[in-house]
Every structure is written in structure tokens, then in C-alpha cells.
């Protein structure tokens, strides 16, 4: 049974092994709330969840710890509990999706536990987990439905209590639903005052379904570039605690997750993962009600592959209107260039790059297109290039 005294016996054990992570003031997120970010980005293993698959590996008995652990995950669990094994000096099996993160599969192998990989989401690996651990007797550490996990995250609703007394609300990813469990769990036992919002990508809403239809709800399939939260369903546990302790679950695009990463990378300097930039972007696009409050986001992961980064900066470029491309037909003459990229100049933007296509059918024969990528500063800024281009004559497709 999950209890307060649980979480203490948690943070204690933990207290050498885990980061009591730094909440940071950031102003820039929303200008309408006082936000701060509790930066478990920062962690060891590089996400939460060593809190939990530690505090879970430390309680087993020496007949479990002897026949090893086994467990599934999209990356960030399965670091947590191949640290957790090879500190503990247990064998350690983690199978996770063949789609996860290159980084996260490496580092997990750097943690010392034997890797397989199995094709599809966490749910498939999760069914691979059920028939090794049948056949080898492995103790299998869950990631998020098991109540000492559940104990080892709310460690993190204990510590944002005592870093920032006046919080108002708590923003919090969810996937399965073993952290916001935790931390709801936490937060509610000491102040039910406090709010406590959980946030999933659109593309996989398994927790939301599940509450708007009062029962656990498994999603055919999810889509999301959040990898550590793209779960089809969540746990017993966890729904029950949901359905108990959070106030509110919403959602929230992969494009604005873009957006919370890139403001996340240049207005206060840290990496997050898609799962771990989701509370911030419910926050910077206004989809809770928290104007006017102290609210805390938990930045659950920072183990995001480098090439992925590089796409999802570029989205979130777009996505909060720092390019744009413009697509110009005009006659084909000489100086025709010239006259756009002065209009450009003048305005102030940056031209990236400039492609040259010959007349679609439909228009005159004389006729080009010129495909012009942008940097620019808003979409405002964005609004008045194209506003300038036009009135001086350019047709803007």
C-alpha cells in the first residue's frame, strides 16, 4: 500500500544515490505566471526514473535480487534500473522498442545490463518482458505501475515542497502514470491545496481516454516524438491514484513540444527530452489555468538523441515563427532576385537559402518560382516581410 511514510523511507534511502535536483525561476516561459522548472533533466541517468527502479531494487529480497531483474522501457527506466542492478550487483535484462533512441540504448549498455531489442512500442516490449521472465525467473521491476516505483518518484513532490513552500501548482508529464502518482500522491497528503496538472502528447493520450471513460482505456496505436511517455495504456495504480489525486490531465502537439524544447535550450540553457519539455509547453501555451501562480514544471528527462534534437529544433523554429519560407512567382528577367532580396534586407530578415523552380503548369510560360527560406524573429516579423513583398508588386503563393 502506497503511504506517506513510504515516500520518506523513499527520499532516505535514496539520499546518496539520487540528485536532489535544482528548481529554477523562469520568467520567460509565460510572462502571466511566476514558473519555475524542477530539473530532473539534470538527474543522474539523466531522468527520474532512478528514483523509482532504485528505491524498487532496494527492497527485493536476496532470493529475487539472486535471480536478477528484468524490465521494459523506451529508454530512460531502462538506465534507471541497469544503474540500480549494477550498483546493487544484480544481472540485469532490459528489453526495449527497436524504435528507441540510439543514445538511450547505449547508455543503458553502458549501465551494465544486457540489452534485447523488440520490435514495435513499449507495450510489445512489455509482452516480451512477461515470457523471459517466465522462463528465467527474473524479478521484473515495472516501470510505472508498482507502488515502492510510484514511492521512489514521489521523492520528487517531497523535495519540490521543501525547495519552493509557496508553490501554487505542479505540472507534471505523464506517460504510464507513475510519476505524477507519485508526486500527486506526495503533494496531496501534505497540502491538497496545491494543484497538481499532468500533461500528455496528443498522440498518446492513453491516461486522458482512460479518465474522460472512468475505466482503463488501450489505445490501438501512438504517434509522438515525446518517446518516454508514448505508452497505450496506463496501469492499475496509477489510474486509480489519477483518478484520485490530479486535478486535471490535458494534452498538448508534438509542434508545441518542439517549441518548449527550442525556448528551453535558449532561454534557460537546458536539454530536454520531447517527454520531459511536455509541462513546460502546457504551461507556455496556455493550456492550464495557472495565471497569476507559482507553478513548478517537472522537467521529467534530458536523454534526447542528438540527431532528433537537430529536427526538433527545426520545427520549433517554425513553430514559434524564428523562419518561414516563401514561395514567389514572377517573371523571369534579370534582377528579379535582387528586388526580393532588397525588400528582404530591408525588413530585416536573414535569407538561408534560395531555390529556383521553373513555371507550373497553369502559369505563364515566362514565369519562375523562387522557394526563399527565412530566418526571422516572430511571426509578426514574418507578417511585415510578406505584408512588404506584396506591396511592392510580388506574388506570394
Not at 532490459?94 to 540489452?115: F, H, M, N, R, W
Not at 514495435?120 to 512477461?130: E, F, M, Q
Not at 492499475?236 to 483518478?243: A, E, G, I, M, W
Not at 490531465?249 to 508534438?254: A, H, L, Y
Amino acid at each position: 500500500m502506497l503511504t506517506l511514510d513510504k515516500i520518506y523511507h523513499a527520499s532516505y534511502v535514496l539520499k546518496d544515490v539520487a540528485r536532489k535536483t535544482d528548481v529554477l525561476y523562469a520568467p520567460k516561459i509565460n510572462p502571466d505566471a511566476n514558473v519555475y522548472l524542477k530539473t530532473e533533466n539534470l538527474q543522474n541517468t539523466g531522468s527520474f526514473k532512478l528514483r523509482g527502479a532504485y528505491y524498487k531494487i532496494s527492497s527485493l529480497s536476496d532470493e529475487e535480487k539472486a535471480h536478477g531483474v528484468i524490465a521494459c522501457s523506451a529508454g530512460n527506466h531502462a538506465q534507471g534500473v541497469a544503474f540500480a542492478a549494477t550498483k546493487n550487483k544484480i544481472s540485469s535484462v532490459i528489453c526495449l522498442p527497436d524504435g528507441a533512441p540510439i543514445s538511450k540504448v547505449e547508455a543503458t549498455k553502458g549501465y551494465g545490463a544486457q540489452v534485447v531489442l523488440v520490435p514495435g512500442v513499449y507495450d510489445d516490449a512489455y509482452n516480451k518482458i512477461l515470457k523471459k521472465k517466465k522462463k528465467k525467473g527474473y524479478t521484473f521491476i515495472h516501470p510505472f505501475d508498482d507502488e515502492d516505483v510510484i514511492a521512489g518518484q514521489g521523492t520528487i513532490g517531497l523535495e519540490i515542497l521543501s525547495q519552493l513552500p509557496q508553490t501554487d501548482a505542479v505540472v507534471v508529464p505523464v506517460g504510464g502514470g507513475g510519476l505524477i502518482s507519485g508526486i500527486a500522491f506526495a503533494i496531496k497528503s501534505l497540502n491538497p491545496k496545491i494543484k497538481v496538472y499532468g500533461v500528455q502528447a496528443e498522440g498518446a493520450a492513453s491516461m486522458v481516454e482512460s479518465l474522460k471513460e472512468e475505466e482503463i482505456v488501450q489505445l490501438e496505436r501512438v504517434n509522438t516524438i515525446a518517446d518516454g511517455i508514448k505508452v497505450k495504456e496506463p496501469g492499475n495504480h496509477t489510474f486509480d491514484l489519477c483518478k484520485k489525486y490530479v486535478d486535471e490531465i490535458v494534452t498538448v502537439s508534438d509542434d508545441e513540444v518542439a517549441g518548449a524544447i527550442l525556448s528551453l535550450i535558449e532561454n534557460q540553457k537546458l536539454i530536454t527530452e520531447g517527454a520531459g519539455a511536455v509541462s513546460v509547453a502546457a504551461v507556455m501555451f496556455n493550456k492550464l489555468p495557472v495565471k497569476g501562480k507559482n507553478v513548478v514544471c517537472v522537467l521529467s528527462g534530458g536523454n534526447i538523441d542528438v540527431t532528433i534534437l537537430s529536427k526538433v529544433i527545426e520545427r520549433g523554429l517554425l513553430k514559434s515563427g524564428r523562419s518561414d519560407t516563401l514561395v514567389i512567382q514572377l517573371e523571369d528577367k534579370p534582377g528579379q532576385l535582387q528586388g526580393v532580396s532588397a525588400i528582404i534586407a530591408q525588413y530585416g530578415a536573414n535569407v538561408t537559402s534560395v531555390n529556383y523552380e521553373k513555371a507550373s503548369e497553369g502559369s505563364n510560360i515566362t514565369d519562375c518560382v523562387l522557394r526563399i527560406n527565412l530566418e526571422t524573429r516572430n511571426f509578426d516579423h514574418i507578417l511585415s516581410v510578406r505584408q512588404g513583398l506584396e506591396q511592392a508588386g510580388f506574388k506570394l503563393i
